[in-house]
């Protein structure tokens, strides 16, 4: 009974991960941003940093997704980085677009008025 428990378990297990995978597609855009706010940004101002940075989705052709999260490592190497940003694109070509595009422009012109990032970092990477 326990052997069988443990199989099946061991099984579900796979399955997931494997479901998990297959929603990759393979030359997808993962373009990841991560900001350090000033210690004076308002958490009204973060909220509409990140709604404004999520609208982006609906606005722009070729982003997939969007998600955000704020960084809760116990690992501490973080160095002051908190909000992050996750956009997945069809392509790099969809990526290379999105950087010029109008409404990208009007989201970079917001961060401007508001003045309350501190410093960006920003990685991106093609799906193997």
Do not use: C, W
């Not at 309350?116 to 093609?126: K, Q, R, T, W």
């Amino acid at each position: 009974m326990k052997k069988s428990f443990y199989l099946l378990l061991i099984s579900a297990m796979v399955i997931a991960t494997l479901a998990a995978f297959s929603f990759s597609k393979k030359g997808e855009v993962r373009h990841i941003v991560v900001f350090k706010y000033k210690a004076s940004a308002t958490p009204e101002q973060i909220e509409e940093v990140t709604t404004a940075f999520r609208d982006l989705k609906d606005k722009i052709p070729g982003i997939v997704s969007f998600e955000h999260g704020v960084n809760n490592s116990p690992e501490k190497l973080n160095k002051g980085f908190t909000h992050v940003y996750l956009l997945t694109f069809e392509s790099a070509a969809a990526r290379d677009a999105y950087l010029p595009h109008p409404e990208h422009r009007k989201f970079g012109a917001l961060l401007g008025r508001l003045g309350i990032l501190e410093e960006p970092f920003v990685v991106d990477y093609e799906v193997q």
